[in-house]
């Protein structure tokens, strides 16, 4: 019985080939891309899945109030680990964890990579399997070093790298105990060698200074709890452990943060766990769903519309014996031909797509075909599609009585048409809300964007600074300075897209007792205004010729705010005991989040501590030749790194790397809504072309015009257009809004943007209408009406 059903499905699904042809490839983009974002919820979904003792696992994290503002942060004081290890049972193993960037050279090979330094039990926390070493004794030496495979073999060649001795920036010789498989693409660790946490605690001063310092929070701390442990339990139990250490800091809460959900809920509010990546799941996975709706939408349409030709066949098969229930699956089979010839184009165009949508995020994104599960669960997707696809039209169509159709009495009713007017308002709602959120996602990056940053991005380069260009840093800049290339050089601690410090140890004439709030630190010396291009509200930089300015201060406007002096140039404020003249006030400086308010910042004069060189090339100054000129001088006073620069206004983008994402996705999938919806009118208006052509045809011999036919077949789809443009505007208002309430700095939605996406979905309709409705004006009358 189903070859039958088969063979007239087939026989029915091609009768108009352009009709079929439109329904099939609606679909196939909508099963497309709705797999397309499957895959990549099913991927960031995977993040750290691979990590066997997951449900263990927990990053030390703490609640506290800066500024007056209830912040959580991940860094954690250096005393906590010995404290958690030593004194809680509950812990089973514990490492603390600091990312750093160092130069690794053998021989002719040199490279800046980063690395974590960890504690020996790291590796027996996490699945990181080790191709050649032991983890039990991997990490045990401080002067020992683990590389992943794919750095072993760039430092190494082919040759067994176990035992063989790296430089590690210049200075300490290290032996290469382990090595591991490189990191998964899918883990929220990022890395390419690891070295003990006791090397540091051994060779680094800031960290050799802080091991008893509960006040100085720098580093990570990440536990694997006992079997049984329950992680609510022991964070209330560690929860005041800070308090207790810390006075001077209140309020302090510990908690644990479980590996399992790192990825994708790692955004905190008020100190409230308010999500993070998963909105962005939940966001395509809703408009995934939306999409291929759309898509079921057309099918429907169509076959609902085609429906008075099918009549005199649901009429003559009834009379000849056949059941409703025969008829149901006749045509939901018809449907599930159709969803499956979309399915298999559908897999094409993955395979066509995929290299198109590397750089928005789907660069890790692999559709195999030999892996079961994965064809099992969109074959599912197919078969549910082509029944949601189908059951109505199968329901419609099946109900038709034959007495009525036979006759000619049975026409579409009007229960019929309404609901084909409901699935068309219904697929624009979502096609211009779509529209609408692309656009104010975009206006919302833009105006992050191009909010004053307090500096000048444009020809700024930061040059990481390593143990060999400290001491010789007066020689490096005199030497940049003389190519005639470059305008200003400057040594900073942190570069101008992050803080790496702050400190709460300041104090003013008038502040309360018992606030403490933090601050942004940066420590520079002279011309560091010449390199950034800071923006002076009032006073004067640091300067050779003020001798005093070894004890002088500059603050940015959100400090002067908190300080609240009224005159501040020449007042003072102290860090500690030393007392700080402020010389200078700059404009905010935006260096942390683009979308928030700038924070409190000092910078404070030091020849000592710095990070960070920034060099500012002349304005005009040719790239090419600026960086050649660069070169030698760095490779002459750095050695063991390669010549590794960073642009500043590079680095400011990688801020918008997430919003831009959203925004380019978000834009492609209002693009493919509204195509989608725009083949559904296509078909749609082909349909009543045809089946009103003779009534066009006699129009025209009376006398109408073109115009008057296209208007005809156009005003109801426009119309419907314009009730969806009506409908979409507040919900896309509203949802949108609460999209903007994440971002302290953000628009304000205005009116165009609903007068642009709705104009836009208008025309485009417009003009998809018209291809058929002004051929369907211009054809010859007499051919049509010869067959009358």
Same mark, same amino acid.
């Not at 995977?46 to 942060?73: C, E, G, P, W």
């Not at 514990?94 to 090979?109: D, F, K, Q």
């Not at 490096?476 to 190519?483: E, M, P, S």
């Given at each position: 019985?189903?070859?039958?059903?088969?063979?007239?499905?087939?026989?029915?699904?091609?009768?108009?080939?352009?009709?079929?042809?439109?329904?099939?490839?609606?679909?196939?983009?909508?099963?497309?891309?709705?797999?397309?974002?499957?895959?990549?919820?099913?991927?960031?979904?995977? *993040?750290?899945?691979?990590?066997?003792?997951?449900?263990? @696992?927990?990053?030390?994290?703490?609640?506290?109030?800066?500024?007056?503002?209830?912040?959580?942060?991940?860094?954690?004081?250096?005393?906590?680990?010995?404290?958690?290890?030593?004194?809680?049972?509950?812990?089973?193993?514990?490492?603390?964890?600091?990312?750093?960037?160092?130069?690794?050279?053998? #021989?002719?090979?040199?490279?800046?990579?980063?690395?974590? &330094?960890?504690?020996?039990?790291?590796?027996?926390?996490?699945?990181?399997?080790?191709?050649?070493?032991?983890?039990?004794?991997?990490?045990?030496?401080?002067?020992?070093?683990?590389?992943?495979?794919?750095?072993?073999?760039?430092?190494?060649?082919?040759?067994?790298?176990?035992?063989?001795?790296?430089?590690?920036?210049?200075?300490?010789?290290?032996?290469?105990?382990?090595?591991?498989?490189?990191?998964?693409?899918?883990?929220?660790?990022?890395?390419?060698?690891?070295?003990?946490?006791?090397?540091?605690?051994?060779?680094?001063?800031?960290?050799?200074?802080?091991?008893?310092?509960?006040?100085?929070?720098?580093? +990570?701390?990440?536990?694997?709890?006992?079997?049984?442990?329950?992680?609510?339990?022991?964070?209330?139990?560690?929860?005041?452990?800070?308090?207790?250490?810390?006075?001077?800091?209140?309020? +302090?809460?510990?908690?644990?943060?479980?590996?399992?959900?790192?990825?994708?809920?790692?955004?905190?509010?008020?100190?409230?766990?308010?999500?993070?990546?998963?909105?962005?799941?939940?966001?395509?996975?809703?408009?995934?769903?939306?999409?291929?709706?759309?898509?079921?939408?057309?099918?429907?349409?169509?076959?609902?519309?085609?429906?008075?030709?099918?009549?005199?066949?649901?009429?003559?098969?009834?009379?000849?014996?056949?059941?409703?229930?025969?008829?149901?699956?006749?045509?939901?089979?018809?449907?599930?031909?159709?969803?499956?010839?979309?399915?298999?184009?559908? @897999?094409?165009?993955?395979?066509?797509?995929?290299? &198109?949508?590397?750089?928005?995020?789907?660069?890790?994104?692999?559709?195999?075909?030999?892996?079961?599960?994965?064809?099992?669960?969109?074959?599912?997707?197919?078969?549910?599609?082509?029944?949601?696809? #189908?059951?109505?039209?199968?329901? &419609?169509?099946?109900?038709?009585?034959? =007495?009525?159709?036979?006759?000619?009495?049975?026409?579409? $009713?009007?229960?019929?048409?309404?609901?084909?007017?409901?699935?068309?308002?219904?697929?624009?709602?979502?096609?211009?809300?779509?529209?609408?959120?692309?656009?104010?996602?975009?206006?919302?990056?833009?105006?992050?964007?191009?909010?004053?940053?307090?500096?000048?991005?444009?020809?700024?380069?930061?040059?990481?600074?390593?143990?060999?260009?400290?001491?010789?840093?007066?020689?490096?800049?005199?030497?940049?300075?003389?190519?005639?290339?470059?305008?200003?050089?400057?040594?900073?601690?942190?570069?101008?897209?992050?803080?790496?410090?702050?400190?709460?140890?300041?104090?003013?004439?008038?502040?309360?007792?018992?606030?403490?709030?933090?601050?942004?630190?940066?420590?520079?010396?002279?011309?560091?205004?010449?390199?950034?291009?800071?923006?002076?509200? =009032?006073?004067?930089?640091?300067?050779?010729?003020?001798?005093?300015?070894?004890?002088?201060?500059?603050?940015?406007?959100?400090?002067?705010?908190?300080?609240? *002096?009224?005159?501040?140039?020449?007042?003072?404020?102290?860090? $500690?005991?030393?007392?700080?003249?402020?010389?200078?006030?700059?404009?905010?400086?935006?260096?942390?989040?683009?979308?928030?308010?700038?924070?409190? $910042?000092?910078?404070?004069?030091?020849?000592?501590?710095?990070?960070?060189?920034?060099?500012?090339?002349?304005?005009?100054?040719?790239?090419?030749?600026?960086?050649?000129?660069?070169?030698?001088?760095?490779?002459?006073?750095?050695?063991?790194?390669?010549?590794?620069?960073?642009?500043?206004?590079?680095?400011?983008?990688?801020?918008?790397?997430?919003?831009? +994402?959203?925004?380019?996705?978000?834009?492609?999938?209002?693009?493919? =809504?509204?195509?989608?919806?725009? @083949?559904?009118?296509?078909?749609?208006?082909?349909?009543?072309?045809?089946?009103?052509?003779?009534?066009?045809?006699?129009?025209?011999?009376?006398?109408?015009?073109?115009?008057?036919?296209?208007?005809?077949?156009?005003?109801?789809?426009?119309?419907?257009?314009?009730?969806?443009?009506?409908?979409?505007?507040?919900?896309?208002?509203?949802?949108?809004?609460?999209?903007?309430?994440? *971002?302290?700095?953000?628009?304000?939605?205005?009116?165009?943007?609903?007068?642009?996406?709705?104009?836009?979905?208008?025309?485009?309709?417009?003009?998809?209408?018209?291809?058929?409705?002004?051929?369907?004006?211009?054809?010859?009358?007499?051919?049509?009406?010869?067959?009358?």
């Amino acid at each position: 019985m189903l070859p039958n059903y088969l063979k007239i499905a087939w026989r029915n699904l091609f009768q108009n080939k352009t009709l079929s042809f439109v329904t099939i490839f609606g679909l196939s983009l909508g099963m497309a891309f709705a797999i397309l974002i499957g895959l990549w919820i099913q991927y960031e979904r995977s *993040y750290d899945a691979f990590h066997i003792n997951r449900d263990r @696992l927990a990053m030390v994290q703490r609640h506290q109030v800066i500024n007056d503002q209830k912040v959580t942060a991940n860094g954690v004081m250096l005393p906590l680990y010995d404290e958690l290890r030593l004194k809680y049972p509950q812990i089973k193993r514990a490492s603390r964890i600091i990312g750093l960037e160092s130069n690794l050279v053998t #021989g002719n090979n040199k490279f800046t990579k980063k690395g974590e &330094y960890v504690d020996p039990d790291f590796l027996k926390m996490l699945t990181f399997p080790l191709v050649k070493g032991d983890p039990e004794t991997a990490l045990k030496d401080p002067n020992s070093i683990v590389l992943t495979e794919s750095l072993a073999k760039a430092l190494f060649g082919t040759h067994n790298p176990i035992g063989k001795i790296v430089k590690l920036d210049n200075q300490y010789n290290v032996q290469v105990s382990a090595v591991m498989q490189d990191v998964p693409k899918n883990s929220s660790f990022s890395f390419e060698y690891l070295a003990p946490f006791e090397f540091l605690v051994q060779n680094n001063g800031y960290v050799k200074d802080n091991r008893t310092n509960w006040g100085n929070s720098f580093l +990570q701390t990440m536990v694997e709890l006992q079997e049984g442990v329950s992680m609510d339990g022991f964070s209330k139990e560690i929860g005041l452990l800070l308090s207790k250490k810390e006075t001077k800091i209140k309020p +302090q809460f510990l908690f644990l943060h479980p590996l399992a959900r790192w990825r994708l809920f790692d955004d905190f509010k008020n100190w409230t766990n308010t999500g993070g990546r998963i909105e962005y799941i939940r966001l395509f996975g809703l408009i995934g769903g939306f999409i291929l709706l759309i898509a079921c939408i057309n099918f429907m349409n169509l076959s609902t519309a085609r429906s008075e030709k099918r009549g005199k066949e649901v009429g003559i098969r009834k009379a000849v014996g056949s059941q409703r229930n025969q008829l149901i699956v006749q045509f939901l089979t018809e449907s599930l031909v159709t969803a499956f010839l979309a399915f298999f184009l559908s @897999l094409f165009l993955i395979q066509v797509l995929l290299p &198109y949508l590397k750089d928005l995020g789907f660069e890790n994104i692999r559709f195999d075909l030999s892996n079961t599960s994965l064809l099992a669960s969109v074959f599912a997707v197919c078969v549910v599609t082509g029944l949601i696809s #189908g059951s109505y039209p199968a329901l &419609y169509l099946s109900s038709f009585l034959p =007495a009525k159709v036979l006759k000619g009495v049975s026409r579409q $009713g009007s229960n019929a048409v309404n609901f084909r007017k409901v699935l068309v308002v219904s697929q624009f709602v979502i096609s211009i809300g779509l529209i609408i959120s692309s656009v104010i996602v975009f206006q919302q990056i833009n105006h992050a964007k191009n909010r004053s940053l307090g500096y000048r991005a444009d020809n700024l380069i930061s040059l990481t600074a390593s143990g060999d260009l400290s001491k010789n840093y007066n020689a490096f800049k005199r030497d940049l300075l003389n190519t005639g290339q470059i305008e200003a050089v400057a040594k900073v601690s942190s570069p101008m897209t992050a803080v790496h410090n702050d400190w709460n140890g300041f104090s003013w004439e008038g502040k309360k007792p018992n606030e403490n709030p933090m601050l942004d630190l940066i420590l520079t010396e002279w011309d560091y205004e010449k390199a950034a291009g800071l923006k002076f509200i =009032a006073g004067r930089p640091f300067s050779k010729d003020y001798k005093t300015d070894s004890n002088a201060v500059i603050l940015n406007e959100s400090a002067l705010r908190l300080i609240g *002096y009224k005159n501040p140039i020449g007042k003072t404020i102290k860090d $500690g005991d030393r007392v700080l003249t402020i010389v200078g006030i700059i404009e905010n400086v935006v260096m942390r989040d683009p979308f928030k308010p700038v924070p409190p $910042g000092v910078i404070l004069f030091t020849a000592d501590y710095f990070s960070v060189v920034l060099v500012r090339l002349k304005a005009g100054a040719d790239l090419t030749q600026s960086l050649a000129a660069m070169q030698p001088i760095v490779e002459k006073y750095d050695p063991a790194a390669p010549f590794d620069y960073r642009f500043v206004d590079d680095e400011f983008e990688k801020k918008f790397a997430t919003e831009n +994402q959203v925004a380019k996705l978000a834009g492609i999938f209002a693009g493919l =809504a509204i195509l989608i919806s725009c @083949l559904g009118l296509f078909g749609l208006t082909m349909f009543m072309a045809e089946r009103r052509s003779k009534e066009i045809s006699i129009r025209k011999v009376l006398g109408a015009s073109v115009t008057n036919l296209w208007l005809l077949l156009s005003r109801e789809f426009i119309g419907l257009v314009i009730i969806a443009c009506l409908i979409a505007s507040p919900l896309a208002w509203w949802s949108m809004n609460r999209w903007l309430e994440k *971002y302290d700095y953000r628009i304000d939605i205005g009116w165009p943007v609903f007068v642009l996406a709705g104009s836009a979905a208008v025309i485009v309709a417009l003009l998809t209408v018209s291809t058929q409705a002004v051929k369907a004006a211009i054809a010859n009358p007499v051919k049509r009406l010869r067959t009358e």
